[in-house]
């Protein structure tokens, strides 16, 4: 195994026909098909990345941008971002194209942590990256400040920490009741 890697040889693309069996009941393709293939192309650049087993330990927010429509080709594309001790950052981009007009939309990205395991379970070293550009920079400089402002947040809200007095005046302007 190298010890750096550059993120293009992991790089993963895939493209998929959606069909009916694919569609919610609005007609739409369903968000839980979009995701299941986001998580296998992260699977599948994480392994390409680390060159073993990988299981994926958080996926970050995602946000459907617009609906993919029956009949529309969808694109994956995963790339390792950042890189841990045994954990990568995979940016998963999806993007959905008619294919009679040609007309490309960005319909999702999100991020996700895949850890590298070996046979037995156990979590193992991967690769380093190595950045080339400034856009590689600036994904992995990124995923270091989601991560930062990921354990913020989580340490903001633990229920031994919590302040309840000093959050009270933000739920005024909010369609809730409290009965304490």
Partial sequence: MK??????ESQVVISELMLPSHSNFS??????????LMD?????????????????ASVDKVDF???IEVGELVTLKASVNHVGNTSM???VRVESEHI????VKHCNSSYFTMVAKNDTGKSVPVPGLI???KTDIRRFVRSII???DATTRRNRFKASEFDLESHMDILKQYNVRIEL
Avoid at 3 to 8: A, S, W
Avoid at 28 to 36: F, N, P, Q, R
């Fill in 131 to 133: 950045l080339t550009n």
């Fill in 27 to 36: 007609g739409k393709i369903h968000g839980g098909y979009i995701l299941s």
């Fill in 146 to 148: 989601r991560k930062e």
């Fill in 65 to 67: 941008l617009k609906p």
């Fill in 3 to 8: 010890k750096y890697k550059i993120n293009t």
């Fill in 89 to 91: 950052v995979v940016g």
């Fill in 40 to 56: 296998q192309i992260a699977f599948a650049c994480a392994s390409k990345h680390s060159e073993t087993y990988c299981v994926t």
């Fill in 100 to 103: 009679q007009t040609g007309k």
